[in-house]
């Protein structure tokens, strides 16, 4: 099965969101939040979660919440702030980078089917016992491998598995699938949804290197998954042609002649067995693997969802270096497990570096033209707007679907699907088009400050949910079509301090969606009175030591109130945490082994000892204008110091070490010192010059140069054969003595020339199709050209 692939984003157009636009703005004329749309509010329903990543909700007011380290928590409605812990598997979750328990589903019917199911990362290779990497009991893991976590040596896999909740507590793991070979820290396992009829979908990622064209090349030994054609500790040959490991691992139906995994691929199952259902593509094969898929080519599927009334699949597939995708997934009736094309395609473009490579598995693929791969239903550009967005940032990174099937908000967005970015930090909608499905022609910005957004969901009243891993929340976004008061903000500076204390207080950030004047009522001496201040930004002198509850009432011109409350420690100040080493003017290379080491003191309990001191390392991935999003690589708590490898990471990017440290009455305060990496240019040069040059994932004509990181793994190729000026030439050899395509780590400025050779009788040379394929390269796209 086959749909046409998209060769450009799609925009909106402007009568499509003129259209929109107008049926919401019917109900809604004021807009006084830039954020959102007009009337509608955002609030937290659930804070001081560790690295939320998925929320479900259960009929009977329950709401179930995944945190990334292995722990599900249960609330018993949305105002409960002491959730159970329904299950701990932390000993059992490796939590490194962007592996950790990523995916969450109740049973459709429960809580009568009192089943919950887990998708998370498996701190141990396929079919082995957690933990590998980790520590039992432990919230963070980190990977003791002598290259480190982005060296492609520390292997994991993937789990999904049910328990039964007996109330507000799991009973024993029934593990339903193992498999999903990961190499690298990320394009880990994603999520679960059930389908109308029951079924259970499962998505996975390729689990390859995110830095270079992987085909199974990588690690020490190389291909530690295992894959074929040398299996594990032997590396495909250059330049990797019959390579199918890597991220050619979500290709692997392509070759049944060997064991099939579940990378890049969508899996559908029996919710209680784990076996592929009788009805999936492949339910003949004898390879229970191949049993269980219904889509694969794809690269890193973190987030899906079941289209309601219909049993279709969409999956928010994360891209590399250039395309995001929504992708359909329409389980064929016959033989057909429909390929979305990753590695060999990224959007609806070939990938160069896999041209140059001559896989095999690929060269299948473009031998057999776009229809042998299935479009994205709607794919859209790094560093391009969506709609009329402002955009400020120019990475993405799809994360996270919802379908809206009716509720509180207008009628227009009955039928439309909400997508999340969590490079953009915001949350877009994409109304229902006349034939039903979510039309790209009407997309509009949603959310603008979705900053962490990694999960969405709809929930009671209809209302759109989402994750923010970042600040550990859960927020609520709601429509109100009344009259609604206004929403409280408190912010108190400082919090902290000895008598006399002066703190300067401050309600400006108190919203009114009705745009009416509000006024203000201060209760700052904690009394319960509000009677001691009417302005919008008092001060108050604290003469006493201890806690005070200062809270802050709202009102509008038709009375409706509403309030907050924060408090101030008075008698107690914050710690103050110092980062000894490393210092900040360090710099570092991949593969680098960095000790770091720190201390508090606290004006009342002195130095503070290590169980009061905490510590993460984040990776802040940066664009071109210097915006950056962050990912948390490893955490540790209780230690006065400890040691990490220096991670690979394309550039630009630098890590952040933070210090919080927190006293004996529970006063927290956080240093971070930034350690930037040290660069190497790499310059590339060819003899004749204007040969095309694929350097990670750009390609470029030379001569031209690239800045990387010290030490990290770099993908180069070039084709087998280059057009230049209207003549042909053929590969020789690089300068450094690689194959036309390989992988180099410089740890120093250096210069790659490659060296080609004149066609000359080319009546006596033939032509291959993976040469014609090769032969231009035209808006980053390859295209064939007429045989010579």
Same mark, same amino acid.
């Given at each position: ?561 509403? #309030? ?34 720190? #201390? ?10 290590? #169980? ?73 040069? #060819? ?102």
């Amino acid at each position: 099965m086959t749909r046409e692939r998209s060769r450009q984003p799609l925009w909106v157009a402007v009568g499509a969101l003129a259209a929109a636009t107008a049926m919401i703005a019917a109900e809604a004329p004021t807009d006084v939040q830039a954020e959102l749309p007009s009337r509608f509010t955002r609030s937290a329903v659930f804070s001081n979660l560790m690295d939320p990543t998925a929320v479900r909700f259960s009929p009977d007011g329950r709401v179930f919440v995944a945190e990334r380290r292995g722990v599900v928590k249960v609330f018993d409605s949305l105002t409960d702030s002491t959730p159970d812990v329904f299950v701990d598997l932390r000993t059992e979750v490796n939590n490194l980078w962007d592996r950790g328990l990523l995916g969450l589903a109740l049973a459709p019917e429960f809580p009568t089917d009192a089943s919950v199911y887990v998708l998370y990362t498996h701190d141990a290779a396929i079919g082995e016992t957690a933990p590998r990497w980790g520590t039992p009991d432990t919230d963070s893991d980190g990977c003791d491998a002598p290259t480190g976590a982005t060296g492609g040596d520390c292997v994991v896999s993937g789990r999904l598995s049910r328990f039964v909740a007996v109330g507000n507590t799991a009973g024993p793991e029934q593990v339903l699938v193992e498999d999903w070979c990961q190499q690298f820290p990320s394009h880990s396992v994603g999520s679960l949804a059930f389908g109308a009829d029951g079924a259970l979908y499962a998505s996975g990622g390729d689990g390859a290197s995110f830095n270079s064209a992987d085909y199974g090349q990588l690690g020490t030994p190389p291909n530690p998954c295992g894959d074929p054609p040398g299996g594990f500790g032997v590396a495909p040959s250059p330049p990797g042609s019959d390579g199918e490991g890597g991220s050619l691992r979500a290709q692997d139906l392509l070759t049944p002649d060997d064991p099939v995994g579940l990378d890049g691929t969508i899996i559908r199952i029996n919710p209680f067995t784990g076996d592929g259902l009788p009805d999936n593509p492949l339910a003949a094969s004898a390879d229970a693997n191949a049993r269980r898929i219904v889509a694969m080519g794809l690269r890193n599927p973190f987030r899906i969802a079941v289209r309601p009334g219909t049993d279709e699949l969409w999956v928010a597939d994360v891209g590399q270096a250039a395309w995001e995708e929504i992708n359909r997934v329409v389980v064929a009736d016959g033989p057909t497990v429909e390929n979305f094309g990753w590695p060999c395609y990224e959007g609806a473009e070939v990938r160069a570096a896999w041209v140059d490579l001559g896989n095999a598995m690929c060269a299948g693929l473009y031998a057999d033209g776009p229809a042998a791969v299935v479009g994205a239903h709607f794919s859209y550009e790094h560093g391009e707007p969506l709609a009329d967005e402002t955009l400020t940032v120019m990475g993405s990174a799809i994360s996270g679907l919802a379908f809206y099937a009716g509720g509180n908000y207008p009628d227009a967005y009955d039928g439309s699907l909400f997508f999340a970015d969590y490079s953009r930090r915001a949350i877009y909608v994409m109304f229902a088009g006349v034939d039903g499905l979510p039309d790209p022609e009407s997309i509009l910005p949603f959310d603008t400050d979705a900053a962490g957004v990694v999960d969405l969901q709809v929930g009671p009243d209809g209302d759109l949910f989402w994750v923010d891993t970042l600040l550990g929340r859960v927020m609520r976004v709601r429509y109100r079509p009344e009259n609604t008061a206004p929403a409280p903000a408190i912010e108190a500076n400082p919090t902290h301090g000895h008598a006399p204390l002066e703190v300067q207080f401050s309600a400006a950030g108190t919203v009114d969606i009705d745009d009416d004047e509000i006024s203000y009522a201060w209760d700052l001496d904690g009394d319960g009175e509000y009677d001691d201040s009417t302005a919008v930004a008092p001060s108050f002198t604290y003469l006493v030591d201890g806690d005070v509850t200062v809270g802050l009432r709202v009102t509008d011109t038709h009375s409706l109130v509403d #309030s907050a409350t924060t408090v101030v420690h008075v008698g107690n100040t914050a710690p103050v945490p110092t980062i000894d080493s490393p210092s900040a003017a360090f710099t570092w290379q991949v593969g680098q082994l960095v000790t770091f080491s720190g #201390s508090a003191n606290d004006s009342d309990d002195g130095s503070l000892p290590d #169980s009061g001191l905490a510590w993460s390392l984040v990776m802040m991935h940066c664009d071109e204008i210097g915006e950056c999003h962050e990912h948390e690589v490893q955490s540790w708590s209780g230690t006065f110091g400890g040691q990490f490898i220096a991670p690979d990471h394309e550039y630009p990017s630098y890590l952040e070490l933070r210090l919080t440290a927190t006293d004996s009455q529970g006063s927290a305060a956080t240093v971070v010192r930034r350690l930037y990496p040290r660069s190497v240019v790499l310059r590339f040069d #060819s003899e004749p010059p204007g040969a095309r040059v694929t350097v990670g994932e750009t390609t470029t004509a030379t001569p031209f140069q690239r800045i990387v990181i010290a030490g990290s793994t770099t993908s180069i190729s070039t084709a087998a054969v280059s057009l230049i000026k209207g003549e042909q030439f053929t590969f020789t050899a690089w300068s450094d003595r690689g194959s036309a395509a390989h992988s180099v780590a410089p740890t120093a400025d250096t210069t790659y020339r490659l060296l080609l050779t004149p066609r000359f009788n080319l009546a006596a040379t033939v032509v291959t199709a993976a040469d014609r394929l090769r032969c231009d390269l035209t808006s980053a796209q390859y295209v064939r050209c007429a045989t010579p």
